[in-house]
């Protein structure tokens, strides 16, 4: 079974920048599409960021500019670069894989 592990989340200031990582494990990384998405207090989650196995991109245009998602497929791991972040970014950040999700990794960004 798909097995996804989040970590890097914490409190930062406006501003400032956190790496995201999620270790996959139960599939065959290399040719999967991953995903960040996040959910915010009352708010549906939402995608943040998508990686496809060829190493295309998306991004929700709340965070062009600011974050980026690569991924190391030596170490099944996905990340999460995000710079210049805003209070807005506040959110419970989830990986994604084949349907599965992670438990999550809190970001709150201060004002």
């Known amino acids: 079974q798909v097995q996804l592990v989040e970590s890097g989340g914490g409190l930062v200031q406006a501003g400032g920048s956190l790496r995201l990582s999620c270790a996959a494990s139960?599939?065959?990384?290399?040719?999967?599409?991953l995903g960040w998405y996040r959910q915010a207090p009352g708010k549906q989650r939402e995608l943040v960021a998508t990686?496809?196995?060829?190493?295309?991109?998306n991004y929700a245009d709340s965070v062009k500019g600011r974050f980026t998602i690569s991924r190391a497929n030596a170490k099944s791991t996905v990340y999460l670069q995000m710079n210049s972040l805003k209070p807005e970014d506040t959110a419970v950040y989830y990986c994604?894989?084949?349907?599965?999700w992670g438990q999550g990794t809190q970001v709150t960004v201060s004002s």
């Open positions: 139960g599939i065959i990384f290399s040719i999967n599409t």
């Open positions: 990686i496809s196995s060829g190493g295309g991109t």
């Open positions: 994604s894989a084949r349907s599965s």
